[in-house]
């Protein structure tokens, strides 16, 4: 796909072969998510509407990421091989495809392709950010102006995250450093990385804890910052080094189906918007037939003291592999976790439990649980094909290491 | 107005800190500093000698430190600190918009800009002097012997013209007062205050590049301009030097006028060099007051001591402080509101003796107010859009009834939003409003025009209007004209008017009535010249540019007002933003429906133009999209947090109804 990048497998479009969905993106406020299909072409879909809009235009190239505008009814920004596309969606409209005229063209000479995208917590401003170009682009989508944040070294963005409460960036880049940016000055702490690049990383809800995950090492290190108060302008307030918070080298676990073997790096990794529910994909090891891709779940706190207690495995049909996970924004009974998966199926894995602390991210709206949905079908009649319901929701954690029963699709 | 800035801040010196004062003298210090750093680079170029790399380099670097390099950077240093002082007397936060050619013209030729090319003009031949002195070589001297003709040994010596020294000098000054042009007409005087906040020094290297790119650019244009008007008006300053210095015209030389005296390569590349030159030590200048001004300040919000009364914010707001002083506040605001918890919680704070929320009374106050004038100022906008529409249909009567009653229900729609409860805060039903009973298909449309206009005036000058805002923007000049328009349209309905207008007084009624037709002939006459509609004629663009010249006040107020509200959901502990909700809420969604129908209106555009990345910052055209983005974003917040806690909020039911869609997320 890059071939100026030839190793890199880019965190938000993993390998495309036998890939199906290109990306998934919740909206932050509804029942409502994007899926970005392999021809490019994105759908759209809605709990309270049976009507699938399906985007499509002519700068639509090599979709890598999109994300929904926060703040907003149907904002939807999508990284492009040449730009962002910035697409406008009425909410109330039932036209299944939207005119291309409804679509805002954001590009930047020399920023290309995008592969990374993140809106600010507040909504007013658009991040983009290509692994070839040094420069990140701050957007102000309504008048689609940009600041270009440029720094010298390292090479490109390969993966950004903002943090829950919009105060900071994490700006992943190629090579083996990464940074974190401070989102009111725009000044950034460099963090080199011993082993490899970061391949992903997620904040916790209050934006002072960052996880993040190295290539090459199959541990997940944490990283605490100073609690967030406008006074400290432009100082990222990190600590002084990384600890690492849990190993998951591989391991032979006892199932139902006999013995596997789990563990290895971590490929993409979730927090749900409360702080209790940390999903990642472990990558098995390519060479064992045995060992196979698996996403782990966590029980976590964040305070008084951090706490990473294993609690699962999410699998789905025999030999699908997940390819991305995302937790719904807002879900009210506890977390939900959508998980897509090699064979095209997108499956939505509940987790009930009644929150520990009130949120720190703004106050959620209720809306209904939603059952699995296939991308290719239309929702009311594809068939659930996972779990749904309580009988999928993770029991109570069990404490030292990967002992859990494996959760799979029935 | 810079000058009272800077005279209210040595004043206000005494107490405390001033804030644009030290901003001012920073930037040009930092400007004059880096004078030298250009003068070398000039200089090393302007010998560039490719064939002998070493002796080039070594003989810039001697030059560098003579008398003379040195008593130049001291002459343009002079001309920087000139510059910086008409950039100081000249901006603008809200930029000037000509709506018609003939407004451009009458800015291009208005005393104070004359005088502003004029400087710009002499400082610019200044530089080139400079230049010409640290170039050396054949274009150092005006006057140089002349070449000795053969045959003459015993002739005296005589001094003739240098015309390279003159075509020098004349470049920069046609240099200087091209740049003083493109600074008017690409209103460069405008501050366009940034997207994200960013130390300066990072703002500074970020433009660079780009500034470097611009002037040379520019520079050839201006150089390749020039050398047009040399070639055909040149020989009039040539004469007069002549004749007036007693000067001879060497015989021997190409005359410069000419086509081969100007395809001279190294005589373009140095006027180039010089442009170049000229233009970068300008727009530094230029860029760095820019980047000075435009940087944000940090109010405090309670005074420490009593004397610092005067700089706190809510005080601030409420009085009437030169624009720059208060769009930097509402910037402060907004930072303050979404950043500093600390400062939020001082916001909410009740005053010691009396418990009473004065800081946040005195914040929304003026918010809303901004807020409100807005909506005034598009009511009225769209009044005039509609009765422009009305008048590019056949004048008189002969209007289809079609058009009339489409005409008619959109004057109601405008008279509606007049009567909204924004004017009147109580929650009166807006379907009881007087004026909407007139919108019947058969009663004039210039009729309804009228009654919009008499609702909107009202509440324009009246209570709820603040009295301390400044309307320093470019007067709407459609509003104006055309609404007298309309009103002599209403009188050549004699019947309905007389229908209407009964209580009135006669005579001077029927004069003032006369004068009206009397000014609408003329107008109709002179409307019908070409030339004159030519320069007459109103940009659309450009009158809708003028109403949003100022919108990033209200964009800030909006952030500002929806981060506090939002907030205020869990920080505010004595519930003091509770009381001003309902008018918080019925300001955005009053303005949310005026911005609307505005998108609507026939030649607004609803996608923003595309701006190139130059140096000049056009970011005041897309200013209105801006604030269309942000006042939804602000409703959001407000709703997202909030929630359905909004029920209990009063307010009226269209507004609960569009309330209730944007809990939804359906706006």
């Known amino acids: 796909m890059f071939p100026h990048l030839s190793g890199l497998t880019l965190p938000c479009a993993p390998s495309r072969a036998g890939c199906t969905v290109r990306a998934f993106a919740w909206h932050p406020h509804t029942n409502k998510f994007a899926v970005a299909l392999l021809d490019d072409s994105i759908r759209v879909y809605n709990s309270n509407s049976a009507t699938v809009p399906s985007l499509k235009h002519r700068l639509q190239r090599n979709v890598a990421a999109m994300a929904w505008k926060p703040l907003c009814a149907s904002i939807l920004a999508v990284?492009?091989?040449?730009?962002?596309?910035?697409?406008?969606?009425?909410?109330?409209?039932?036209?299944?495809r939207p005119s291309s005229g409804c679509a805002q063209v954001l590009s930047c000479p020399g920023h290309s392709p995008v592969t990374s995208l993140a809106w600010a917590p507040s909504g007013e401003r658009l991040l983009s950010a290509s692994p070839v170009d040094t420069a990140m682009l701050v957007w102000d989508v309504s008048t689609e102006t940009c600041v270009q944040l440029q720094w010298f070294g390292g090479g490109g963005v390969t993966y950004?995250?903002?943090?829950?409460?919009?105060?900071k960036v994490l700006a992943a880049t190629p090579s083996a450093v990464f940074r974190v940016w401070e989102a009111q000055m725009w000044?950034?702490?460099?963090?080199?990385t011993i082993r490899g690049r970061c391949q992903t990383g997620c904040w916790s809800p209050d934006g002072s804890r960052l996880l993040f995950t190295v290539l090459g090492e199959s541990?997940?290190?944490?990283l605490s910052f100073s609690e967030y108060r406008g006074?400290?302008?432009?100082?990222?307030?990190?600590?002084?080094?990384?600890s690492i918070v849990a190993d998951l080298s591989e391991t032979t676990f006892e199932t139902l189906y006999g013995e596997e073997r789990i563990g290895g790096e971590v490929h993409s990794m979730v927090w749900d918007p409360t702080g209790e529910r940390l999903a990642v994909i472990i990558r098995g090891h390519p060479e064992s037939p045995?060992?196979?891709?698996?996403?782990?779940?966590?029980?976590?706190?964040?305070?008084?003291?951090?706490?990473?207690?294993?609690?699962?495995?999410?699998?789905?049909?025999?030999?699908?592999?997940p390819q991305l996970i995302s937790f719904h924004p807002c879900f009210p009974q506890g977390a939900l976790l959508t998980v897509c998966w090699s064979s095209g199926k997108i499956s939505h894995i509940p987790f009930f439990f009644v929150g520990a602390l009130e949120p720190h991210a703004s106050p959620r709206r209720s809306p209904v649980p939603v059952p699995a949905w296939h991308p290719r079908a239309s929702p009311p009649s594809g068939a659930p094909h996972t779990c749904t319901g309580a009988g999928c929701a993770a029991p109570a954690p069990i404490k030292g290491g990967f002992s859990l029963p494996l959760l799979s699709s029935p | 107005a810079a000058r009272a800035v800077i005279g209210r801040c040595q004043a206000r010196r005494r107490r405390g800190r001033c804030v644009l004062g030290w901003r001012v003298a920073a930037a040009i210090t930092w400007s004059v500093l880096l004078l030298p750093i250009c003068t070398a680079a000039f200089i090393i170029l302007s010998g560039l000698d490719p064939f002998h790399p070493v002796r080039w380099i070594s003989n810039s670097f001697n030059d560098l430190y003579t008398s003379y390099v040195i008593f130049c950077i001291f002459l343009m240093s002079m001309v920087i600190i000139i510059i910086s002082i008409f950039n100081i007397e000249f901006y603008a936060v809200v930029p000037s918009i000509p709506c018609s050619r003939l407004a451009l013209i009458g800015k291009i030729i208005h005393p104070q800009q004359v005088i502003h090319s004029f400087v710009h003009a002499i400082m610019g031949m200044l530089v080139t002097w400079c230049a010409t002195v640290m170039t050396k070589g054949r274009f150092q001297f005006l006057a140089v012997s002349c070449t000795p003709s053969e045959g003459l040994e015993d002739a005296v010596p005589q001094m003739c013209l240098n015309e390279y020294h003159l075509f020098f000098l004349l470049s920069g000054a046609f240099l200087g007062y091209s740049y003083s042009l493109f600074y008017l007409i690409n209103n460069m005087n405008y501050l366009p205050f940034p997207i994200i906040q960013q130390y300066k020094y990072l703002r500074f290297r970020r433009s660079l590049p780009l500034l470097i790119k611009h002037s040379c650019v520019e520079s050839l244009h201006f150089v390749r301009n020039f050398c047009v008007t040399y070639y055909f008006f040149g020989y009039i300053p040539k004469v007069w030097i002549c004749t007036t210095m007693d000067l001879h015209t060497d015989g021997k030389l190409h005359p410069l006028d000419t086509l081969s005296g100007l395809l001279d390569l190294s005589l373009f590349y140095h006027t180039w060099l010089s442009g170049v030159f000229l233009l970068m030590t300008w727009y530094i200048a230029w860029l760095l007051f820019k980047i000075y001004a435009t940087e944000s300040h940090h109010f405090p919000i309670q005074p420490t001591f009593a004397q610092e009364t005067d700089q706190c914010?809510?005080?601030?707001?409420?009085?009437?402080?030169?624009?720059?002083?208060?769009?930097?506040?509402?910037q402060d605001l907004m930072l303050l509101s979404q950043y500093s918890p600390v400062r939020r919680q001082e916001v909410f704070s009740l005053s010691q003796p009396g418990g009473h929320p004065h800081n946040w009374t005195a914040i929304s106050r003026e918010c809303l107010s901004l807020l409100s004038d807005l909506t005034q100022r598009l009511i009225a906008q769209q009044e005039a859009a509609a009765a422009a529409n009305g008048r590019a249909k056949p004048p008189v009567g002969e209007s289809s009834p079609i058009n009339?009653?489409?005409?008619?229900?959109?004057?109601n729609i405008v008279l509606r939003a007049s009567m909204s409860p924004l004017v009147k805060p109580s929650l009166m039903p807006v379907k009881t409003s007087p004026g909407s009973d007139v919108g019947s298909p058969f009663s004039s449309p210039a009729l309804n025009y009228k009654m919009g206009v008499v609702d909107i005036k009202s509440p324009w000058h009246g209570p709820v209007q603040s009295p301390h805002v400044m309307r320093r923007g470019p007067k709407l000049w459609t509003s104006v004209s055309d609404q007298q328009m309309n009103g002599s349209h209403h009188e050549s309905f004699p019947v309905l008017s007389a229908a209407r207008t009964g209580t009135e007084a006669v005579q001077p009624r029927f004069i003032y009535t006369w004068l009206q037709n009397k000014q609408e002939q003329i107008k109709t006459f002179l409307s019908k010249r070409a030339l004159i509609m030519y320069f007459f004629s109103k940009h659309p663009e450009a009158s809708i540019q003028a109403v949003f010249s100022d919108a990033q006040m209200h964009i800030w107020a909006l952030e500002g007002l929806s981060h506090l509200v939002a907030a205020s959901f869990t920080e505010d502990q004595f519930g003091v933003v509770q009381t001003t909700l309902p008018a918080i809420l019925n300001t955005l969604l009053t303005l949310q429906e005026v911005v609307d129908r505005h998108f609507k209106l026939p030649h607004v555009s609803s996608k923003p133009p595309r701006i190139s990345g130059s140096l000049v910052d056009t970011s005041y055209k897309t200013l209105r999209f801006a604030l269309r983005a942000s006042l939804k974003t602000a409703l959001y917040r407000i709703t997202t947090v909030f929630g359905e806690h909004l029920n209990a909020v009063q307010v009226s039911t269209e507004h609960k109804k569009r309330l209730q869609q944007f809990l939804e997320y359906k706006e």
């Not at chain 1, 541990?219 to 944490?222: A, G, P």
């Not at chain 1, 006074?231 to 990384?242: F, I, N, R």
Request: aromatic letters at 8%; a positive charge.
């Open chain 1, 79 to 96: 990284a492009c091989q040449s730009c962002v596309l910035v697409w406008h969606l009425d909410p109330t409209s039932l036209s299944t």
């Open chain 1, 160 to 167: 950004l995250a903002w943090s829950p409460d919009g105060s």
């Open chain 1, 187 to 192: 000044t950034c702490e460099r963090w080199p």
């Open chain 1, 219 to 222: 541990v997940i290190y944490s």
């Open chain 1, 231 to 242: 006074e400290m302008q432009g100082q990222v307030g990190g600590s002084k080094t990384a």
């Open chain 1, 290 to 321: 045995n060992s196979q891709p698996a996403v782990a779940v966590f029980r976590t706190r964040n305070s008084p003291v951090f706490e990473l207690l294993p609690c699962g495995f999410v699998r789905g049909e025999r030999g699908a592999r």
């Open chain 2, 313 to 330: 914010l809510p005080k601030i707001l409420n009085s009437n402080p030169p624009l720059l002083i208060k769009f930097l506040a509402l």
């Open chain 2, 404 to 411: 009339m009653s489409f005409q008619s229900q959109r004057s």
